[in-house]
Nanobody, 124 residues
Framework: VQLQASGGGLVQPGSSLRLSCATS????????TGWFRQAPGKEREFVAS????????FYADSVKGRFAISRDNAKNTVYLQMNSLKPEDTAVYYC??????????????????WGQGTQVTVSS
């Protein structure tokens, strides 16, 4: 299964970006979908996720209040709206999905399918 992440780019601090994750190989509403990021020299870290049942959302403390994850079932696309971007948000962003149990929702090991990543650079 291939997930296609897009929407990254180079922006100034305080700007906004919206990332998209799409696929034709599964239905996102049947899975929990998450966004992770990896900065150079650092481990991949959890950013946000949306559960398959009810659409409950979860966020890393570092992005809470600035980022929003959502899902458009008609378009079979998951979005990550990123506002008030900071230089420390610079990373490659990956979308992932799977039958994730609640206790593993913030862990990379909980997700079976991954996208190729999209680069987000926040710099003045």
């Amino acid at each position: 299964v291939q997930l296609q992440a897009s929407g990254g780019g180079l922006v100034q601090p305080g700007s906004s970006l919206r990332l998209s994750c799409a696929t034709s190989e599964l239905t996102f509403s049947a899975y929990t979908t998450g966004w992770f990021r990896q900065a150079p020299g650092k481990e991949r870290e959890f950013v946000a996720s949306i559960r398959r049942s009810g659409g409950t959302t979860f966020y890393a403390d570092s992005v809470k209040g600035r980022f929003a994850i959502s899902r458009d079932n008609a378009k079979n696309t998951v979005y990550l709206q990123m506002n008030s971007l900071k230089p420390e948000d610079t990373a490659v962003y990956y979308c992932a999905c799977g039958g994730v149990i609640l206790s593993a929702i913030r862990q990379t090991e909980g997700y079976r399918y991954w996208g190729q990543g999209t680069q987000v650079t926040v710099s003045s």
